[in-house]
């Protein structure tokens, strides 16, 4: 009695620790299914009744873990589990040699309990396996869509930019053409209109019409002036004619006269000759960047530098003004900065770049490099 109470003990202890080493086994995630499944299998053996004749094999759709020497026999207990999704999966304990009946076959009814118990646990093994394998692909396609999209929007804002700096050199053309029609025709129309009028000023003493003709002439000249004018305001003739130089030169002028701001250029030799695009954009890039000297940066003094760098052309514009945070531009699109954001973009399309350093109460300096031709 007292012997056999000893094997069952002994039995139910070996059956512990089969459970104990597998649950250890399962909750190791660095290891393969295979590499688990093994060693799953090799940890059964040694909890069955007679194991120096037992056999394991662990089968999970088209994975397989077996002991050495497994074969099928006529002395074999299995147990089957199915995970969600309906992958299914087997495990398996065989005597190699015939032992004696017991309560299934030579197989215990507490062997029993610990089969299927085994395969409880591979169950929720596998379906957290294939959950967290979901999740990952999951979580790769996501990343995949998001790097779609993340290039789509790349190419649409590409897009946006080509398109916006392309109005912008189409608008330059037909500013240009519109101030060339100002001063082919109506200027030249009203200039021989006055010419014209000082023709009849000695008939007119005679008739008393002198002080009409003063009054014609007077209005004339105010609008031969502001014709002149708006013609620079719309397209300078100096930036087609001169180059960039010149027409900055201008610029400032009139930026000194219309502001009294304090506008210095400095143009460096040899910058040679660049093309329209790069012109017309770094002029309108120096003209909205002392527009935004003149309304917010209450300066006193503006510096502009031009040179050439090998096959690039650099346009500095610095002020004493007030200065703001530089790091805002990081995120901006609208708002007070949206002429910077603007200018970093038309200059980005022509392969150049924008550099802005600044600080709030120690001024601005706006870097513009852009190859000299494109």
């Not at 701001?261 to 000759?273: C, Q, S, W, Y």
């Not at 695009?277 to 209450?298: C, G, I, S």
């Not at 990081?330 to 802005?356: K, M, P, W």
Request: hydrophobic share 40%; aromatic share 6%; proline share 3%.
């Amino acid at each position: 009695m007292r012997d056999d109470l000893l094997h069952k003990l002994q039995e139910r202890v070996k059956e512990l620790t089969a459970l104990h080493g597998t649950a250890r086994i399962l909750q190791d995630q660095t290891k393969s299914a295979t590499n688990v499944m093994q060693e799953v299998a090799a940890l059964m053996p040694s909890a069955w009744q007679y194991p120096e004749v037992a056999a394991a094999r662990i089968r999970f759709e088209r994975l397989e873990a077996e002991t050495s020497g497994f074969r099928e026999t006529d002395w074999r207990q299995t147990a089957s589990f199915v995970v969600r999704g309906g992958q299914s999966g087997e495990i398996e304990i065989c005597y190699l040699e015939p032992r004696p009946l017991a309560d299934e076959g030579p197989f215990l009814k507490e062997e029993r309990d610990l089969i299927e118990s085994l395969a409880e646990m591979l169950r929720f093994y596998f379906q957290r396996l294939l959950a967290d394998e979901d999740l990952l692909r999951a979580h790769s396609e996501l990343e995949q869509t998001v790097a779609a999209r993340t290039a789509e929007l790349r190419e649409t804002n590409a897009s946006l930019r080509r398109l916006a700096s392309e109005l912008s050199l189409t608008e330059a053309r037909e500013r240009r053409k519109i101030a060339e029609d100002l001063h082919d025709h109506i200027g030249q129309a009203l200039a021989f209109i006055k010419m014209s009028l000082e023709q009849f000023r000695g008939n007119a003493i005679f008739c008393g019409f002198e002080g009409k003709i003063d009054e014609i002439t007077t209005l004339i000249d105010q609008t031969i002036k502001y014709t002149r004018n708006l013609t620079f305001e719309i397209s300078p003739p100096a930036l087609y004619e001169l180059g960039l130089e010149a027409a900055i030169d201008g610029l400032a002028e009139r930026f000194r006269k219309k502001h009294g701001l304090a506008v210095n250029v400095e143009a460096f030799p040899e910058i040679g000759p660049l093309g329209s695009d790069v012109v017309v954009l770094l002029y309108k890039a120096v003209q909205e960047l002392l527009t935004n000297v003149a309304k917010h940066a209450r300066a006193n003094r503006c510096d502009i530098r031009i040179k050439r760098e090998g096959d690039s052309i650099r346009v500095e514009v610095e002020d004493d003004g007030c200065g703001f945070d530089a790091g805002s531009l990081a995120s901006c699109g609208a708002g007070d900065h949206f002429g910077l954001f603007n200018i970093r973009e038309r200059i980005q399309y022509l392969g150049g770049v924008t550099e802005i350093r600044s600080a709030a109460g120690k001024g601005t300096a706006v870097m513009l490099t852009t190859p000299r031709r494109t």
